[in-house]
C-alpha cells in the first residue's frame, strides 16, 4: 500500500551506477520477456546526469579527444537507443524525471545578453518530453498539471492523481484499433490484375521511393541531431559566456530549422 493505495504485487529491479541506459534498456526487455504488463522508469534523469550517465559519458569523451563537439556524436546514437527501446516497447512504460529551473540567453532592448528564468524544466536531454504520450508535471503537494497531453484527458486540470487518472488513461490506450488503411484497401485488388512484368515495374517504383524517403529521413536525423547537438553546447559554462560563439551556434541552429522545414 503506498498512499492509502493498495497497487498489488510488483517486482523491484534495482540499477546501480554506472547508471548507462543500456541498464534501462535491458530491464525494459526483462520485463517483457517476464510478461509484464506495465514498467515504471524512475527515473530516467539518472541515465543522463548521474554518474555513468551520458552527461558523464560525454565528458570523459572530451576529455580524451580534446573536442567537445565529436564526443556528443558517441553519446547521441545511446541516447536514441534508449528513446527507442521505451517508444516500440510492447509493454506500458510510465517514467520519471526530475526537474530543474531552465534558463535562457537573450538580448535586451540595448542589445546586451541577459539570462532569462523559463521556469521548471525536466532533466533529461532537450525534447525527452516530447517522446511521451502525456506528460505530467507534479508540485510539492503532489498536485498535477500536463504540460503535453496527447489524449487531451487532462488539458487545462490541476488535480491529485488517483488509481482512476491510471484507469482513464488505459481506457484511452486501449481504444483504438489497428484497422487497413484506405489506401492498402485501393491497393490490393489493382495488384492483383497486373501483369507480371507490370507487378515487377511497380515493384521497383516502390523500392525507388523507399530508397528516396531513406535518404530523406536520413538527412532529417543527421539535422535534428546536429541541432541537439548545439542545444547541448549552448548550456555548457564556456560557450555562454562567450557571445561570439553563442551567436556562431545560433546561426547555424537557424539553418538547421529553415532546411527541416
Known sequence: TIGGVNISKYNVATITPPF?????INAIK???????????????????????GLLDTQGKAASKTGNSYTAWREVTPLHNKFVEAMLQSKIHVIATMRSKQEYALENNEKGKTIVRKLGMAPVQRDGMDYEFTVVFDLSHEHV??????????????????????????KEWLESGKAEKSEEAKEETPSEGKLTWQQQKEEQARKRKQENELKKVEKRIEELETRDKEIDDTLVLPDVCTNVGRCAELSREKDKIQAELE
Open 144 to 169: 498535477a498539471s500536463v504540460s503535453k497531453d496527447r489524449t487531451s484527458l487532462f488539458d487545462g486540470k490541476y488535480f491529485v492523481p488517483t488509481p482512476e487518472t491510471g484507469k482513464q488513461l
Open 30 to 52: 526483462a520485463a517483457e520477456a517476464a510478461g509484464m504488463e506495465v514498467i515504471i522508469l524512475d527515473s530516467i534523469s539518472h541515465a543522463w546526469v548521474g554518474e555513468g
Open 20 to 24: 548507462e541506459p543500456q541498464k534501462y
